[in-house]
């Protein structure tokens, strides 16, 4: 899987857009980017993954450069449950059998 | 996406004695499911690879005779930690893959926070 890069924390105001950003310059061209998150003491939940167009579903939207090198994750309206560590995955699509590499994630804060 | 439970939630044992973790598929059936494990502060470490009907795949530094798994039927797998001792204090976290259309995505359980007195 491709090594991704993102910042260690972020904060946000409740209400705003949070933007997430990932770095994954060595992404393969048969892998995707996916996003997890994982509120304190919960296990990780899926949040949305995509391969080169953008993507939008009723959590999130991703937004992939067109060289597909970097992405970045849009919560439109931040709420204080979404304060989370903020993973993203880049894997092939298809690779169900395979578990996941966790890098260390973002820390997103959402100050009230 | 799938719901996956995790049964305990969190046990507190003696060193020594062995913890058995319950994981189940709840909507789907799942012939493949992962057990991972988080330390304090840390990212979550992949273990093993449970397989339904046959031995679980483990990664580099895992114990297989210390972390045994068990893959029962295709809604159920067992991680059962053997002679538990201190340092195997953790959050323990199941996994199952999506179905068709999702096999790239993985849903997880609610983890089960293990302290070993």
């Known amino acids: 899987d491709a090594k991704t890069t993102q910042p260690t924390s972020m904060d946000c105001a409740e209400g705003r857009a949070a933007n997430l950003p990932c770095n994954h310059s060595t992404i393969s061209g048969n892998e995707y980017v996916y996003w997890y998150r994982q509120i304190h003491s919960q296990g990780p939940q899926y949040i949305i993954h995509g391969l080169k167009n953008n993507e939008t579903n009723e959590m999130a939207s991703l937004i992939i450069t067109e060289d597909r090198k970097s992405s970045t994750l849009i919560l439109p309206h931040a709420t204080l449950r979404d304060t989370a560590v903020y993973y993203c995955i880049v894997r092939v699509g298809g690779g169900g059998a395979d578990g996941l590499t966790f890098g260390k994630g973002t820390h997103l804060i959402i100050q009230p | 996406g799938a719901v996956v439970s995790q049964h305990p939630s969190r046990v507190i044992c003696k060193s020594g004695t062995s913890v058995k973790i319950e994981c189940r598929s709840l909507?789907?059936?799942?012939?493949?499911m992962f057990w991972y494990r988080q330390f304090p502060k840390q990212s979550l470490m992949l273990m093993a690879t449970?397989?339904?009907?046959?031995?679980?795949?483990?990664e580099q530094g895992v114990e297989k005779d210390k972390f045994l798994i068990n893959h029962a039927s295709l809604t159920l797998s067992t991680l059962t930690v053997t002679s538990a001792h201190p340092e195997d204090s953790s959050f323990y976290i199941c996994s199952v893959p999506g179905g068709q259309g999702l096999k790239g995505t993985q849903y997880f359980g609610p983890g089960t926070r293990l302290l070993v007195l």
């Open positions: 909507d789907f059936q799942a012939t493949t």
């Open positions: 449970s397989n339904e009907g046959s031995k679980a795949t483990y």
